[in-house]
């Protein structure tokens, strides 16, 4: 593939429960497979003195409490309120804002409102008219998403255009390979506060092939036990076969068999268009969440009208209004209800399974950055992946839904493997440096395989170099990089209750990360979205304070160009 200068787009999210930051995911995943080169965070980690240099930002917020902004948004929304700030100050800046919110309240989507109006004010250009998605509608905030996005794509693409000869991307997420059982080890000591597992996959004989960073799509699958109660709750034969269309072809065929004059008894003859046909309970297993994410309010509004009891009606009803919008939360969103437990506490509701795959949460991949080099594991692949147990504010256990599957379909997918290939590995100087924070993306284990990797490849000729005669091939200069970042890298394996951070090891380690970033190092920064990147930002500024002799703002400016050039990279994850 012709390596492309690919654009820098930022991406700022301000997101209370997640749903904002699962969209702005969605548009880094996207920009990534488009070749552009997203960078993206909370509003609070991105240091605000840095956006009148930005040419391209996408933010994405929610509105939470009564018309506020999210929390880890706050800070940066402060100073954008500045009223000091010159009406030109954002001149040379392009942006789009998403809003997430909820029309039933009176303050809707006000949080996004008030950016847009915010950004232009400042002089910054918009991008396409802001989009706002409503947990109202009955498909979500994905309903305006979807298009929203679709435009995003075309108008940016239309004043960043590829080079010649460099074909547009298509947006493919069926491109997948679907991989045999894996193994498990775990990788954090057995008293550390996080358990995460280092997942193999033998990918001997697959023929498949990937790159470091690229991504790995788990499939996770309901547990055969909820899978089962719910068919029962549902009054559901498991056996049964059921076919599956999108409801507005449905609705048409529905008005064409009506202007024919013909009723199809069975619906079979029918079939052109169909999107599958499986019985009740694949069905159930695989498309419904009925033990991961917390059903929005809609599911509740539907409920309501195909309950019997009396009284279980009037709760979802009162759910379903807006005084009962803050009861909901506290029931559902806060405890991390699930559908089977809604659908259990409700159990008088029978909802027929067609309005339930209307309203319902559907069970959607979980990617994960792979942590491994094929390199130095020829014919393997492996994922880091953190078990999430927690306990709600009512002390319910609640577990990751991937924690609690006992099996999960695995798939590959390449993304931005390539970036990090193109760009670290096969260039001239080939040096990393990176610091890494328990994260399950970019990792220590994903760090030291990249660069064993790195060793195994001769700079600038990657294509040639092969794991036998990797050895040889590493460079001096490449191997003292890798021992230097690994250094660094191991403020990051601390015991717990330490508070030695990777910023005290910057600072203490000064003088080499700056002849490092002479050399033209290139610097990965995985951990905590809270507050890791900007302190990192703010420590390697003091670097080029101390050891580089510039000044305060020649300093910031550095760090600032090193982002420009593609040099410096953020996966940071909350
Ligand atoms: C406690 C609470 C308060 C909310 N307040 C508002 C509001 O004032 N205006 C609005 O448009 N949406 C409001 N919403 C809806 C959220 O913006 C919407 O659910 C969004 O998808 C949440 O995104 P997040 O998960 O990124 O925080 C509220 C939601 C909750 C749970």
Not at 21 to 41: C, G, K, W
Not at 209 to 234: C, H, I, K, W
Not at 396 to 415: H, I, M, V
Request: proline residues 6%.
């Amino acid at each position: 593939m012709q390596e492309v200068d690919k654009t820098r787009l930022l991406i700022l999210y301000g997101s209370q429960t997640g749903n904002a930051q699962d969209v702005a995911e969605r548009v880094a995943r996207e920009a990534r497979l488009l070749l552009f080169a997203p960078s993206i965070m909370p509003m609070d980690a991105y240091p605000l003195q840095h956006l009148p240099d930005e040419k391209l930002v996408v933010l994405v917020t929610a509105t939470t409490g009564q018309g506020d902004p999210p929390d880890n948004m706050r800070k940066f929304w402060r100073m954008l309120l500045r009223k000091n700030l010159p009406g030109d100050l954002l001149a040379g800046l392009q942006y789009a804002v998403f809003g997430l919110g909820d029309s039933g309240y009176v303050k809707y989507n006000v949080a996004a409102k008030k950016l847009d109006r915010r950004l232009a004010a400042l002089g910054a250009e918009p991008l396409l008219e802001r989009g706002l998605g409503d947990d109202q509608h009955p498909s979500g905030y994905e309903a305006s998403l979807d298009p929203w996005l679709q435009q995003l794509w075309a108008v940016l693409r239309q004043r960043c255009p590829l080079p010649p000869g460099v074909q547009q991307p298509v947006l493919d997420e069926a491109a997948l390979l679907q991989l045999g059982p894996p193994k498990y080890k775990r990788v954090t000591a057995a008293d550390h506060f996080q358990d995460t597992r280092h997942i193999e996959f033998d990918l001997q004989g697959s023929g498949f092939d990937y790159q470091p960073g690229d991504l790995l799509a788990v499939f996770p699958r309901t547990p055969a036990a909820d899978v089962e109660a719910a068919l029962l709750r549902l009054g559901l034969d498991g056996d049964a076969w059921l076919r599956v269309e999108p409801a507005e072809q449905q609705q048409q065929q529905q008005q064409q068999q009506q202007d024919n004059g013909t009723q199809h008894a069975n619906g079979s003859s029918s079939a052109a268009g169909a999107v599958c046909e499986a019985t009740a309970r694949a069905i159930v297993q695989g498309v419904l969440d009925l033990s991961g994410c917390s059903p929005r309010r809609y599911l509740f509004q539907v409920l309501s009208h195909f309950v019997s009891n009396a009284m279980q009606q009037k709760r979802l009803q009162y759910f379903a209004t807006a005084e009962g919008r803050d009861d909901l939360y506290r029931y559902n969103q806060r405890e991390r209800r699930s559908l089977l437990e809604v659908l259990q506490d409700f159990s008088s509701a029978a909802p027929p399974l067609e309005r339930l795959l209307e309203a319902a949460p559907l069970l959607s991949p979980r990617q994960f950055s792979l942590a491994s080099s094929p390199a130095a594991h020829p014919g393997r692949a492996a994922i880091l992946v953190a078990v999430v147990a927690w306990a709600t504010p009512t002390k319910r256990l609640r577990k990751g839904l991937l924690t609690s599957c006992p099996s999960a379909d695995f798939y590959y997918r390449q993304e931005w493997g390539q970036l990090m290939q193109q760009q670290a590995l096969q260039q001239q100087h080939g040096l990393i440096v990176a610091f890494s924070r328990h994260s399950p993306q970019l990792d220590q284990q994903q760090l030291l395989d990249m660069l064993q990797q790195q060793q195994q490849q001769q700079p600038g000729n990657a294509a040639a170099s092969s794991a036998a005669d990797g050895a040889g091939a590493a460079t001096e200069q490449a191997a003292a990089a890798a021992a230097a970042a690994a250094a660094v890298a191991a403020a990051e394996v601390r015991p717990p209750g330490s508070r030695v951070y990777v910023t005290h090891k910057l600072r203490e380690q000064g003088a080499m990360v700056w002849q490092l970033l002479q050399q033209g190092a290139w610097v990965y920064v995985s951990g905590s979205a809270e507050k890791m990147p900007a302190a990192v930002v703010s420590a390697l500024e003091d670097v080029a304070q101390q050891h580089g002799g510039l000044t305060r703002e020649a300093a910031a400016k550095y760090i600032r160009q090193l982002e420009l050039s593609g040099r410096y990279h953020v996966e940071a994850w909350s």
